[in-house]
């Protein structure tokens, strides 16, 4: 039986790469703080460390204990435009966090490390956005992302960690923590909705994203250890269309049959069109097609509806509030 470590498996994608895992036959030990999880989103079937990558005795301790296969890293907490007033807590949770990772993976020679990367490493390269592109991230996220990406390529060449990186984007569903104001507008309207409230949107609500539904992320995560030419390549995956801010906002309100006006914010400091060409993840994983916004967004408006609507807590770590936007600090 393999074993695979999914940090931040009581997550988002990670909740759904672990029960991959588990449905492809493998031993799963699930690290995450709980700080964007919910511990009920962990499959009964794994092993359940409450704990943080930044912990680095309890990173050794595990990867002492348990001889991983291999590793899935899908910890990180994931606001790009928060990231520029977080900076140190940005770095510390998905730079050096990861490094702990990377370093107790080369000592105990794991067979790969698979990291969830970003399209936010992109920056504001025109889309859509290529893997042979160079990188060019324009907010603390997106560095901290690309820096990894560049730590496990020098891993590689240096000690022979194998690893495949993805660039997923926008992606929505299930188990996403929808109480979380600072990220994941699906989630964010969502709740909205269900609290009758507004739908905020920064700026005219014209930018454009790849609304990404997450069985068609997960499973291809999980399952590159068995695709051999994935080994040390990087992977754009996610949806193919893209859509604005806008028409994301008419589909969810069709789909959970409630309208609120729109709340247009001041426009903040981000990248105003993002999406990727997937055709080397097309090629490699033989995916033919992707899970359509109206059939994905009706999908997780069933599953919000049955858990309900959740409090935005506010975040607490703010280390710069100039230009921090007024909504973040209400």
Same mark, same amino acid.
């Given at each position: 039986m393999m074993t695979s470590l999914v $940090?931040?498996?009581?997550? &988002?994608?990670?909740? !759904?790469?672990?029960?991959?895992?588990?449905?492809?036959? !493998?031993?799963?030990?699930?690290? @995450? @703080? /709980? +700080?964007?999880? &919910?511990? @009920? =989103?962990?499959?009964?079937?794994?092993?359940? #460390?409450?704990?943080?990558? $930044?912990?680095?005795?309890?990173?050794?301790?595990? &990867?002492? %204990?348990?001889?991983?296969?291999?590793?899935? =890293?899908?910890?990180?907490? *994931?606001?790009?435009?928060?990231? =520029?007033?977080?900076?140190?807590?940005?770095?510390?949770?998905? /730079?050096?966090? +990861?490094?702990?990772? #990377?370093?107790? +993976?080369?000592? !105990? %020679?794991?067979?790969? &490390?698979?990291?969830?990367? +970003?399209?936010?490493?992109?920056? *504001?390269?025109?889309?859509?956005? %290529?893997? @042979?592109? =160079?990188?060019?991230p324009e907010d603390p996220y997106g560095v901290a992302k690309y820096a990894v990406e560049l730590d496990l390529k020098t891993a590689h060449e240096m000690f022979g960690l194998n690893y495949t990186i993805f660039r997923p984007h926008n992606v929505y569903g299930e188990y996403q923590n929808i109480g979380d104001k600072y990220r994941n507008v699906v989630g964010i309207f969502m709740n909205q909705l269900m609290q009758g409230q507004s739908l905020s949107v920064f700026g005219d609500g014209k930018q454009t994203r790849a609304f990404s539904y997450i069985g068609d992320v997960a499973p291809y995560i999980a399952n590159c250890v068995n695709v051999p030419d994935s080994v040390n390549e990087v992977f754009n995956l996610g949806a193919d269309q893209e859509y604005t801010v806008l028409e994301l906002a008419e589909a969810i309100q069709q789909a959970m049959g409630i309208n609120q006006p729109i709340m247009h914010l001041e426009a903040r400091n981000e990248v105003v069109h993002a999406h990727a060409d997937h055709s080397k993840a097309k090629l490699i994983f033989a995916i033919s097609e992707f899970t359509s916004l109206v059939d994905g967004i009706k999908k997780m408006a069933l599953w919000a509806e049955k858990v309900g609507s959740r409090k935005s807590d506010k975040f607490e770590n703010i280390e710069i509030t100039e230009k921090l936007p007024p909504f973040w600090s209400a």
């Open positions: $940090t931040g498996g009581a997550g &988002f994608i990670g909740a !759904h790469v672990t029960n991959e895992l588990i449905q492809m036959g !493998h031993k799963v030990v699930v690290l @995450d @703080d /709980l +700080s964007g999880g &919910f511990e @009920d =989103h962990v499959n009964e079937q794994a092993i359940f #460390i409450k704990g943080s990558v $930044t912990d680095n005795e309890l990173v050794q301790e595990l &990867f002492e %204990k348990y001889k991983f296969n291999y590793v899935y =890293h899908l910890a990180a907490y *994931a606001a790009e435009g928060l990231s =520029h007033f977080i900076r140190r807590f940005n770095y510390e949770n998905n /730079l050096i966090g +990861s490094i702990n990772l #990377i370093n107790e +993976s080369i000592k !105990h %020679k794991v067979e790969r &490390f698979v990291f969830t990367s +970003s399209i936010a490493v992109y920056g *504001a390269l025109p889309p859509p956005m %290529k893997e @042979d592109m =160079h990188p060019q």
